[in-house]
């Protein structure tokens, strides 16, 4: 990833997004990223995908009952795009243009992953939607959380209970091992933008990572103003 890629409007907020398989904590993480943030007076928005606004919630039952698998790859990549599309106008875009930072559990990194190394959509059609659905707009920074597979599946089963497995916590070991390489990948190819964070830890350890991760590369204030 290029310098032109991170550089943001003066006054802009800054916008961190979080990816992994299933299980790895992202939900938890993001939540300890935003009381330390709170803590420091940051202003904060938390965020998911796919959902995170009205009309993107509508997207998120429709992919995770598994009606976008039936309809095929394609459309289910179409279906995050359309929920990726009014979650950033509605929500993302004009938070960051007031200053917030916006902390998203998964985004465009995600589509890449699921849709494009797992399920064969071409890179040129995810490259395409993308211009059209956040334009310029990139995360400052991507934290990837990394686990092994099994207990990452382990974890989100314990999470879950006595529910019904969502339409990717539902998938085989491979599709899940794919998944963890993919992600692997990504943080390979764009280490400015991207931190590979062990999660096979207790979540106090990982939110230190995670932690020491932001202050490195987002927050050059003197130790006296943002404290670990």
């Not at 930072?101 to 490259?127: E, H, K, M």
């Not at 599709?175 to 390489?181: I, M, P, S, T």
Request: charged content about 25%; overall charge positive; proline content about 6%.
């Amino acid at each position: 990833m290029s310098d032109k890629a991170t550089q943001r409007p003066s006054g802009r907020g800054r916008f961190i997004t979080f990816e992994g398989g299933e299980g790895t904590g992202k939900s938890t993480q993001i939540r300890k990223l935003a009381d330390r943030l709170k803590a420091a007076r940051m202003r904060i928005l938390v965020t998911r995908e796919p959902g995170g606004s009205p009309g993107a919630e509508i997207m998120r039952h429709l992919v995770l009952s598994g009606m976008g698998k039936l309809l095929g790859p394609e459309a289910e990549t179409l279906l995050f795009a359309a929920a990726r599309d009014d979650h950033v106008r509605t929500v993302i875009q004009p938070a960051l243009n007031q200053g917030a930072w916006v902390l998203c559990d998964r985004f465009a990194d995600s589509t890449r992953a699921y849709q494009g190394s797992l399920g064969r959509v071409p890179i040129g059609l995810i490259n395409a939607m993308q211009r059209v659905t956040i334009g310029d707009l990139k995360p400052d920074l991507t934290i990837i959380l990394d686990l092994p597979v099994e207990i990452g599946l382990q974890r989100a089963a314990l999470r879950r209970g006595t529910g019904t497995p969502d339409r990717f916590e539902s998938e085989k070991l491979g599709f899940h091992q794919g998944l963890r390489e993919a992600y692997l990948k990504i943080a390979e190819e764009e280490p400015a933008r991207c931190v590979l964070i062990d999660a096979n830890s207790d979540p106090e350890t990982v939110a230190g990572r995670v932690w020491s991760a932001v202050r490195e590369r987002l927050l050059p204030t003197p130790a006296s103003v943002i404290s670990a």
